[in-house]
């Protein structure tokens, strides 16, 4: 029996090519799609190895390579060392922590990076509801239609409060959005062309993975350290791919809490320079003025966009966010506004701009800084001795799993002794191999003691061995 014959007997798939009018590598992701969508190919079924795949089909390792990483990027197929190439699942499209129903009843839940939540949140909320309905002309004005970029008056507010915070922006700057990840995506959508790639982070927000997925860009991975992105690693990158944007999160990285300094920020700035990368710096989760480095902004005001939202500060609901833009971007950016929803509502707008920048507002921010600064500090005692990552003002930290522990065998312990947590899947970019460690959350549990309750837990159980009938030990 020849290699190919051979080759052929063990392929569990096996597409016809021989009558295909495109490119080989273009006629298998064709045939790919077409079985996935007729059922033959099940979602997490793993695709027949590269080698084996071009012995049966008589094409070169390159053919099925260049075949494979189109499927990935139309979506099709996800790829991950280790566990080779496999159909894409429902999971991984949409990443269990966005399920808000996703704890069990009566866990401690972990897993959701959320305000703490206060009563003192609806209170404000009613307050300012009620001072608007009495504002002459506040109703009529936010029926009205808007500019696409959002109305003046709520931009200003916006830029306003910003500036008191130690961001300066002028107001000209900012395109009010749905939220920081509809500025994710409208950035995407508007900035980047096809054929073009994003990088980040190796282990990133899920949300900018999502975008890039549902955009069909190319989303590298860049290698990190204990301050996040390495510039040298995107120098090399940049060396062997056209990247156009480089999506950051400086003050504390999503999900491992890096803290870039100032030093690798302005050698970060130097690589974008070089090869003309555009710099989306994410900064939802907004801390304190005295832990906040300088925004890239600030340093390569030219390439440089800067997302703000109000659902860390106040209130995930309410759905605003702004995308600070260069002068010479801003028309790319409104004209894609305009084209999905004309202009962000201005009475949410209105709503959340009048909370922000009301003393009450300033009240319920101070006290959550000092609530998250508490609960890291108690996350820190309880887990003393083990490897973690967080930010004093960070609503989650980073804890990599002692050996033998493997990720999704905590996770599932974890759930057992009623806490919910997230693993590192999630937050990796393509083919990267996910690392042993586990997100936690501080903030969801409206009880400090709660939060207690939990990380007395997971301490316990760190203090195990996994079971041994665990098929991953």
Same mark, same amino acid.
């Given at each position: ?26 006629a ?122 959002g ?28 939220g ?89 700035? =130097? $690589? !974008?320079? *070089?090869?003309? #990368? /555009? ?9 304190? @003025?005295?832990?906040? %480095? ?44 305009r ?29 959550q800084?000092? =609530? $998250? !600064?508490? *609960?890291?500090? #108690? /996350?820190?005692?309880?887990l ?5 990552? @967080?930010?004093?003002? %960070? ?22 002794r ?30 400090r ?6 990380l007395?837990?997971?301490?316990a ?11 991953? $030990?």
């Amino acid at each position: 029996m020849d290699i190919q014959a051979q080759a052929r007997a063990r392929c569990h798939w096996l597409p016809n090519l021989d009558a295909a009018a495109t490119p080989r590598y273009q006629a298998l992701v064709d045939r790919l799609a077409a079985d996935i969508a007729a059922g033959t190919l099940a979602p997490g079924e793993r695709l027949p190895p590269q080698r084996l795949l071009a012995d049966a089909l008589k094409v070169t390792v390159g053919t099925i390579t260049r075949a494979y990483r189109e499927a990935e990027r139309r979506g099709l197929v996800e790829a991950r060392v280790g566990s080779g190439t496999r159909v894409r699942t429902l999971a991984a499209d949409a990443p269990r922590f966005h399920h808000l129903s996703h704890a069990a009843d009566g866990s401690v839940d972990l897993s959701l990076s959320v305000p703490v939540p206060h009563p003192m949140r609806a209170q404000q909320l009613a307050t300012v509801l009620e001072r608007l309905a009495h504002r002459p002309g506040a109703i009529d004005a936010a029926l009205a239609y808007h500019p696409e970029q959002g109305s003046q008056a709520s931009r200003e507010a916006l830029a306003g409060w910003l500036t008191e915070q130690g961001v300066p922006m002028a107001a000209d700057e900012l395109i009010l959005t749905s939220g920081g990840q509809h500025a994710d995506y409208l950035a995407l959508q508007a900035l980047v062309k096809p054929g073009e790639a994003v990088a980040s982070a190796a282990l990133t927000y899920p949300g900018m993975i999502a975008a890039t997925r549902q955009l069909g860009l190319k989303h590298v991975a860049v290698p990190m350290d204990a301050e996040g992105i390495r510039p040298e690693a995107l120098e090399r990158l940049c060396l062997q791919q056209r990247i156009r944007l480089l999506y950051l999160m400086p003050e504390h990285n999503n999900p491992t809490g890096a803290r870039m300094g100032q030093a690798r920020r302005e050698a970060i700035v =130097e $690589v !974008a320079r *070089r090869h003309d #990368l /555009l710099l989306l710096e994410d900064g939802v989760q907004f801390v304190t @003025a005295e832990t906040r %480095g300088t925004p890239f902004y600030r340093l390569a005001p030219e390439r440089s966009l800067y997302i703000f939202s109000v659902s860390k500060l106040l209130a995930g609901g309410l759905r605003l966010g702004a995308l600070r833009a260069p002068a010479n971007l801003v028309a790319r950016l409104t004209a894609a506004l305009r084209a999905q929803y004309w202009a962000v509502p201005e009475l949410m707008a209105r709503v959340a701009a009048d909370w922000l920048t009301s003393s009450d507002a300033r009240t319920l921010i101070d006290w959550q800084w000092q =609530e $998250v !600064a508490a *609960r890291q500090r #108690l /996350l820190a005692e309880r887990l003393e001795g083990h490897r973690i990552g @967080a930010h004093p003002c %960070g609503f989650h930290a980073w804890l990599t799993l002692p050996e033998p522990w493997r990720a999704v065998d905590f996770v599932a312990r974890a759930a057992e002794r009623g806490v919910t947590l997230i693993g590192a899947d999630p937050f990796c970019v393509g083919s990267q191999p996910a690392p042993q460690a586990v997100r936690i959350c501080v903030t969801p549990p409206a009880e400090r003691a709660r939060l207690d309750e939990g990380l007395t837990r997971l301490t316990a159980l760190l203090a195990e061995e996994p079971r041994r009938d665990s098929p991953l $030990v």
